[in-house]
């Protein structure tokens, strides 16, 4: 009897050692073929190694996920990992001591981490003003152009080469409405595409104090002459029926790939979408820009989300952290990924990886994100960092469709995304005093 | 229904024929989106007829767009969960919802009033609102995770009892009195008398909480902390693409209407019950 | 409201009344305290610095021009939702109980789309008005009627107000069917022997005795309407074009949700839970006393 027990006791006591393996809790937002990749990912990783397991969770939509990490935290129990849309960037960041920054996690395990390493326009985003990461890029997208080449071919458009910049977007959209064409001009995600992007595009502050990296007192400055002359164009064309509205988020998408619309600003992420649906040659492009611009076209801002490491875990566990963000930043990791997702890859080293392979030649267009993205960035262009920015965003919508109804004029639109818009920041600010 | 009224029935098919297209053809459409693919939905406007893509579609949903759907659960095992989770739910509010109501209606106590506000004022502040706060005291009490922490929290609120009071407070003095006058105990009047007359309230009340308990996406997602204690509404969601990847929506429209056919079906079979509580009061 | 015959006892009530209590207790008191807590504070999103700041979130939230203008959004919502449903419902449920043939099918499919998820509701109307894709946004299209909920504020109003409505009806119906059902046959039988048309029998025998149905309805669905229908304007509108279906629950949803702005989205929800008590107290005062039991 007491061998027995012995026995068990040693059995018991060797099996718990043999799964001592430190469990990485990831709480992430991917669905359908992203949400394999994401179970892919972990899976490579577990299997490279026996010290750590990663262990991704669906946890529901970029807000949902971020609620449930909000109340598992305050609740003693966050995740390690978790995964935040890029308008919570601020909100995750003014939390004080619920993030540990990814630059000294990877340093505290002993990485070698390099900032220069990692695509300027998308790390910077993540960067704090010190240079230091604070979390890791992981599904990256930015704003581009779509256009309809059947569409084009039908106006009597050169479809080889699609308009570069706003005037010609107006010239081929009233082309295009000659000949008979309903909706030759949609626009998705509006605040991203024409205010936050364009602004950076155009090297031209959206908000004081470098958009908001380099202070919580930063302001809007979406009121500025080009920004209304740019909102004004899009309200003269919506009266002439060039640019038709077709609702908030990325919902216009649909009215592309059905071909009722010509052209699009969107994410690059909508490639997929588009190679699967569109029954029409296609075509992607840079996004427009004013030529008369000094410094245009600079460079667009990202979208997408990436990747937090939250407080108050073993340090065991951050070691497991460190070691899963090294791996999946590998040039082949990354170029695998941006591959299968359409999402950009955030180190150079990968960029000329996947050109390497040939990639961009057989999918044309695929790597005019990409392009849009490697270069040198300003203080303007670095990024957006501001604070309730989700509320921001739904100001931008509100006020735009009453531009686009012509209930107001762009001047006092923009006002009041500007009023409303540092109300909001006000808040932030003193909700997240240090 | 008394006088054989050919006017009046021609009438009530005519209304009941136009409500049921007006409420039902949503559903309809949902149908028909399910069988088409998803090309053929997004070119404006969409067929009203189904498509003959009814088996790919509904085997997509079933198994999964590719190897290794978005969630490890199988599918069985998280319809499991939603059955156990809508059933306590079910049982245990109208269970709790009965005694109160039973207590406050037919007793004089002390602090009555204050207990029966007390207890409607839980309609007033819906789950979505106290989540947090929620998360935290199932977490304390270590109920996260479990069907307990699922469904008790849900348990708390009012409108059951509100509509047991409202049939309570109907049922006629005199049979009251007379159970009084036979000398039978509360509860023996409780069972034997009210309890059977609730019958139709019971019923409806046993689909809607059902329907509800089933439907639950928002506290389940945070109560659960391993995704093999989700139930199935959770899991289509997993399988829906959203922000930048393309929606297919005719395998969304085939998983929802899947996620449909269990309450559906208790909807019919209550409808049974209908009847039969209809025969059993008449008296 | 009190009957007049009750049982004595001292401890049977307690017994009786003690399930519920604790849950709620527990599982609706101990948390909603918290969460009224938390709209007298200002805090970031993890708690992590918490402030005390008395009533200045009520007080922005009254000086805000929007939040104010969306108080006459609601009202014009809620009771559009609330009239609607119960009428339209009632309306069917009287002619579903007068029918023999066939009755299993119309009134399974009339419960039916309450088993739908109110996420894949919204959904499914999207899918019905999109001025895109819409079959029905096409049809209208055909018969010269421009629908565009997407610019047009009166569009925007219809379509939130319908999808809320078509939620609710089998939810109201399946009540007053059962109320309808729970008559007895007798009473109905008495008066038409008497030589009341079915007219009369319905206002004099019906009506009234499906008053605490109706009342109990008209609770829940002005509770519905100003509580429960985040997830439609979510799904459709968005709570546009502009501001035109930005109901007070959206906007505090939304900030407690999306925007992660805890404090305000409490406070929001204080001053709606407010307005719902107001509503109800006014209905037991003053609707209740017009109700028979």
């Keep these: 009897m007491k061998l027995k027990f012995v026995a068990l006791a040693l059995a018991s006591a060797l099996s718990v050692n043999a799964q001592a393996q430190t469990e990485i809790q990831w709480w992430h937002s991917m669905t359908a073929v992203n949400g394999e990749w994401v179970n892919d990912l972990a899976k490579e990783f577990n299997a490279k190694q026996k010290e750590y397991k990663i262990v991704p969770t669906f946890k529901g939509s970029y807000d949902e996920s971020m609620t449930a990490a909000i109340a598992a935290f305050r609740a003693g129990n966050a995740p390690n990992i978790l995964q935040v849309f890029e308008v919570g960037t601020a909100t995750m960041m003014a939390s004080k001591g619920a993030i540990v920054p990814v630059g000294k996690v990877m340093k505290d395990a002993g990485y070698k981490f390099d900032p220069k390493a990692y695509v300027s326009a998308v790390a910077g985003y993540y960067t704090a003003p010190s240079g230091e990461m604070l979390s890791f890029p992981f599904n990256s997208s930015t704003t581009i152009f779509y256009i309809n080449k059947d569409a084009f071919k039908a106006a009597g458009l050169d479809a080889s080469k699609p308009p570069a910049t706003w005037p010609e977007v107006t010239l081929a959209a009233a082309k295009l409405k000659a000949s008979g064409h309903k909706c030759p001009l949609t626009i998705a995600w509006q605040g991203w595409t024409q205010l936050e992007s364009f602004s950076a595009w155009h090297n031209v502050e959206f908000a004081t104090k470098s958009n908001g990296l380099a202070g919580l007192d930063a302001r809007l400055k979406v009121d500025s002459p080009l920004h209304e002359r740019h909102i004004e164009n899009l309200a003269n064309m919506a009266k002439q029926g060039l640019f038709v509205y077709k609702g908030r988020a990325n919902v216009p998408e649909a009215s592309f790939v059905s071909g009722e619309c010509a052209m699009i600003t969107t994410s690059a992420g909508f490639y997929g979408n588009v190679a699967k649906n569109a029954k029409f040659g296609y075509s992607l492009a840079t996004l427009p820009y004013y030529p008369d611009v000094e410094g245009a076209p600079q460079n667009t801002v990202i979208g997408g989300a990436s990747l937090w490491v939250m407080s108050g875990k073993k340090s065991a566990e951050y070691k497991g952290v460190a070691a899963f963000f090294d791996f999946i930043s590998s040039p082949e990791v990354q170029s695998a990924s941006h591959k299968r997702t359409g999402y950009l890859p955030i180190t150079t080293a990968a960029y000329q990886l996947t050109e390497k392979s040939g990639f961009y030649k057989e999918k044309p267009g695929t790597d005019i994100a990409v392009q849009q993205m490697i270069r040198k960035v300003t203080d303007k262009s670095r990024g957006i960092r501001l604070g309730n920015y989700v509320q921001i965003r739904q100001v931008e919508d509100e006020e735009l469709e009453q531009v686009w109804s012509g209930k107001k004029t762009p001047k006092e639109a923009l006002q009041a995304i500007v009023k409303r818009g540092n109300e909001h920041l006000e808040r932030f600010q003193k909700a997240n005093k240090s | ?283 | ?293």
């Design chain 3, 1 to 293: 409201m009190e009957k007049r015959v009750q049982f004595r006892s001292t401890w049977l009530p307690w017994l009786l009344i003690a399930p519920q209590v604790i849950v709620i207790g527990v599982f609706f008191f101990w948390p909603a305290a918290q969460a009224v807590l938390q709209s007298f504070q200002v805090q970031d999103a993890f708690g992590m610095s918490t402030e005390w700041v008395g009533v200045q979130n009520f007080q922005e939230l009254f000086q805000n021009d929007s939040y104010l203008a969306s108080f006459k959004t609601t009202a014009q919502f809620s009771i559009l939702v609330a009239v609607l449903g119960i009428g339209l419902s009632l309306i069917l449920a009287i002619f579903a109980d007068r029918i023999l043939k066939g009755a299993v099918v119309y009134k399974t499919l009339l419960i039916v789309p309450y088993a739908v998820a109110p996420a894949v509701a919204g959904v499914l109307w999207i899918f019905m008005f999109s001025p895109s894709l819409g079959v029905v946004a096409y049809a209208l299209g055909h018969l010269g009627f421009e629908w565009n909920h997407l610019l047009n504020e009166g569009h925007g109003m219809t379509l939130i107000v319908m999808a809320a409505v078509w939620k609710q009806i089998s939810y109201n119906f399946l009540f007053f069917l059962a109320g309808l059902q729970s008559i007895p046959k007798s009473l109905i039988e008495a008066a038409a022997i008497d030589g009341a048309k079915a007219w009369r029998r319905f206002w004099t025998i019906q009506f009234p005795l499906l008053s605490p149905t109706t009342f109990f309805l008209l609770v829940i669905n002005m509770v519905y309407a100003f509580f429960d229908t985040f997830a439609i304007v979510d799904a459709t509108t968005h709570g546009g074009p502009g501001q035109a279906t930005s109901i007070l629950v959206y906007k505090a949803y939304y900030d407690g949700f999306k925007a992660m702005d805890l404090g305000g989205s409490a406070a929001q929800s204080v001053v709606l839970m407010t307005i719902v008590i107001a509503l109800t107290v006014i209905q037991f005062r003053f609707v209740e006393k017009k109700v028979n039991y």
């Design chain 2, 1 to 283: 229904m008394v006088e054989r009224n050919s006017f009046l029935t021609f009438l009530a098919h005519a209304i009941m024929i136009l409500g049921v297209a007006v409420v039902a053809f949503p559903l309809y459409l949902a149908f028909v989106a399910s069988t088409h693919t998803a090309q053929e939905i997004v070119q404006a406007p969409m067929p009203l007829l189904p498509g003959g893509h009814m088996w790919e579609t509904y085997s997509k949903a079933l198994i999964g767009g590719g190897a290794g759907a978005g969630s490890t659960a199988p599918v069985a095992h998280m319809m499991w969960v939603s059955l156990v989770t809508a059933l306590v739910i079910t049982f245990g509010k109208i269970t709790i919802s009965l005694m109160s109501a039973f207590a406050i209606v037919y007793f004089r106590f002390p602090f009555k009033g204050f207990f029966f506000w007390a207890i409607f004022i839980t309609l007033m502040l819906p789950v979505e609102v106290r989540i947090g706060p929620t998360y935290k005291v199932v977490a304390d009490l270590g109920m996260l995770n479990t069907y307990a922490g699922l469904t008790i929290p849900l348990i708390a609120s009012a409108t059951a009892t509100f509509l047991f009071r409202q049939f309570f407070m109907s049922v006629p003095d005199e049979l009251t009195e007379a159970a009084r006058m036979d000398g039978a105990s509360p509860m023996r009047f409780f069972i034997d008398i009210l309890l059977p007359l609730s019958k139709t309230s019971i019923a409806a009340l046993f689909v809607i909480q059902f329907i509800y308990g089933w439907n639950q996406y928002l506290w389940p997602l945070l109560a659960t902390t391993s995704e093999d204690m989700y139930p199935v509404v959770v899991g289509i969601k997993m399988m829906v693409a959203g922000g930048d990847s393309q929606n297919e929506w005719n395998v969304v429209m085939a998983t929802a209407l899947l996620a449909m056919l269990p309450p559906a079906a208790v909807v019919i079979l209550m409808q049974k019950w209908f009847v039969k509580g209809l025969v059993d009061t008449e008296k």
